[in-house]
């Protein structure tokens, strides 16, 4: 089974500039969250999706945002990007219906590093 | 709240060696606890995670976790290190109340295992 893939693996971008990043799960996974780390403040949950739903969300400003598709697969933005925008970004899927997954292992893609100049 | 504590940093051990990394936790209702590995330059691979019954985990690679409700603990260890185990360590928990796909990290703890 193919792991959870996320394009592009690197992006160099400039301040004031959107950014689109590409993750998609792994077959069978509806549950597609999104961390962003940093040195600084380590791995933060960014928000999650389930069947195109929006179910949680993390402590980041509205520029943050996110969709999933009917196939799963997910896309995040950052519009207006400013320096503190530079990191990883980890996507990661998990298995689980509606009801229960906070108890299901993550599988991790293996990050866009994002460079704000 | 939730929240995760990894209160060291780094932990140096010598090949051969038993090796723990520590983990604290504080959450509403039961954890759903976990231990992730990253490797430079990549994603965060599963070890093992604890969601109910028996107390010590075992997981991948030879790591087990065992984990302590009244000290809210849950410690990764490998009874014999290996070179390649050198890495960055996180401990992660999720909350039974949650039902997302939300997990808080710790900080990161460095292995380093020395020939």
């Known amino acids: 089974k193919a792991g959870v893939t996320q394009t592009p693996r690197y992006l160099i971008k400039t301040r004031g500039q959107q950014v689109t990043l590409s993750c998609s799960p792994i077959s069978g996974h509806r549950s597609v969250s999104w961390y962003q780390q940093t040195p600084g403040q380590g791995l933060q949950f960014l928000f999650e999706y389930f069947s195109e739903t929006q179910r949680n969300k993390g402590n980041f400003p509205g520029r943050f945002s996110g969709r999933q598709f009917s196939n799963s697969r997910s896309e995040m933005n950052v519009s207006t990007l400013e320096l503190g925008d530079s990191a990883l970004y980890l996507c990661?899927?998990?298995?689980?219906?509606?009801?229960?997954?906070?108890?299901?292992?993550?599988?991790f893609g293996p990050g866009t590093r994002l460079t704000v100049l | 709240a939730q929240s995760v504590a990894q209160p060291e940093d780094q932990v140096n051990v010598a090949e051969g060696n038993p090796l723990t990394v520590k983990c604290t936790y504080s959450?509403?209702?039961?954890?759903?606890l976990f231990w992730y590995v990253q490797y430079p330059n990549r994603g965060l691979q599963f070890l093992l995670k604890y969601i109910t019954g028996d107390n010590l985990v075992k997981g991948s690679y030879g790591f087990e976790a065992e984990f302590n409700k009244s000290q809210t603990s849950f410690h990764l260890k490998k009874p014999s290190a290996l070179v390649s185990d050198s890495a960055l360590y996180f401990c992660?928990?999720?909350?039974?109340?949650?039902?997302?796909?939300?997990?808080?990290f710790g900080q990161g703890t460095t292995l380093q295992v020395k020939p």
């Open positions: 990661a899927s998990s298995s689980g219906d509606y009801w229960g997954t906070s108890y299901n292992e993550q599988f």
């Open positions: 992660a928990v999720s909350a039974s109340s949650s039902n997302t796909g939300k997990l808080i």
């Open positions: 959450v509403s209702g039961n954890p759903y």
